[in-house]
């Protein structure tokens, strides 16, 4: 099993046993989800992967919009110079982004207003 296929799946289940687990993953292309293990991680756990048709980013515009915002944001705005380092940079990032940063989709609020009305922060990972 190649890293970032084995990090995906270990991430998806630690997300999934402690939010439950979707019946629909719409996903890309991508090798990170072309992947045999997860295929059968997501058959084991009666959730399906919609994949996207090859080269219709547009079919994931919410993950598009993501991905770009997270590019912009964070990784083109820092020096990563360990794979810790990276990984302790995203997750701050990440908790920012889901916390504290306005979305106008929803009203110009944090995204941790939809799950929690309180806005209490997300525990640490």
């Known amino acids: 099993m190649r890293q970032c296929e084995q990090t995906g ?36 756990k009666g959730v399906t992967l919609d994949f996207s048709r090859p080269g219709k980013p547009t079919d994931n515009a919410f993950i598009e919009a993501f991905n770009g915002r997270f ?5 083109n705005t820092h020096w990563f110079l360990t794979l810790a380092d990276a990984a302790e940079k995203m997750e701050v990032w990440l908790r920012y982004y889901n916390e504290d940063r306005p979305h106008g989709a929803i009203g110009n609020k ?14 640490p990972s």
């Open 9 to 44: 799946v270990v991430t998806l289940e630690r997300v999934c046993a402690r939010l439950g687990y979707p019946k629909t993953i719409r996903v890309d292309q991508g090798s990170e989800f072309v992947s045999r293990d997860l295929d059968l991680w997501a058959y084991a």
């Open 110 to 123: 944090p995204p941790i207003l939809l799950q929690n009305p309180g806005g209490a922060p997300s525990p």
């Open 71 to 75: 590019r912009c944001e964070c990784l």
